[in-house]
């Protein structure tokens, strides 16, 4: 398949990371084959520049980006600079636990996952060599189908040692019917049916969608949407979980009241790549 991001930008900071998360820089346009934009939000300095260009010339596809000096808020300035320059994937990284206050107040990395237009490659451990094991959340409509692409366009050039493609399924009438019948045997049957016809399904679009050409593994998950792929992500100790954002500006009630997608922002499980609209 063609590239799927063309124009990257990479938010950099002077933190102790900032080498390694220009190492996943440079590996990921090595990798899709696009151009990158430096995004720095602070004063420009002839010694912060210099300092930026030596950093990128150690890796072979840094050798020469260009350097846009940002100010005021980060998260806006990042989100409006990036929608400014066209780009289709913003890199850059993140703590993995947010504290409570934080939670509340969103943090800059989860304030660009909540509100940008573009796709965002977010790094916890930007120490990683390459994507040992990849967690793919799917449905079953279009925007899907861009993911599990990606996730085959990785997997081809990291050669992981699993793959996985999950899906959420919930079934609220269960609840009740657990009660009502007393029999958690009956209950647990239809549910192991339910998610084996999942499980098909999902088998199904993967075929109809034409993704091959590296070994997967499918996995029904009963549970609340994200929450469950979250919690699976971590169980298997994934380095790299591949997220699609559904089209629903996040609101208050959403923050308060957890949204699927928060459920992934406010504990990351691991590197994350969140996919927005394809341009």
Known sequence: MSSPFKKAALAFTFSPSREKLLLQASRLVA???????????????ADKEEQINTLCRKNDALKSPGIRWLSGDPAKAIIK?????????LIMGALEKESAIKYLMGSVARDILRHSRFSVFCFTDPGVARFDKIVTAIDYVSQYERAA???????????????YFVKDVYIPALSSLAFDSGSSDEVEKIRSSYLADEEQKLSL???????????????????????????????????????????????LLDRIFTHDAEFIFEDLPSNLLLLKNSK
């Open 149 to 163: 692409r990606i996730t085959g366009f990785i997997a081809v050039h990291d050669n992981p040692s699993e793959t």
């Open 81 to 89: 600079q990036g929608e400014k320059d066209g780009i289709d994937l």
């Open 205 to 251: 679009f993967l075929k109809e969608s034409n993704i091959r050409g590296f070994d997967y593994k499918i996995k029904a998950l009963y549970g609340r949407e994200a929450y469950e792929t979250q919690r699976f992500t971590m169980e298997t100790e994934a380095d790299l979980l591949i997220f699609t954002l559904h089209e629903k500006k996040l609101t």
């Open 31 to 45: 990798m899709f084959g696009c151009e990158i934009i430096i995004y720095h939000v602070g004063e420009k300095s």
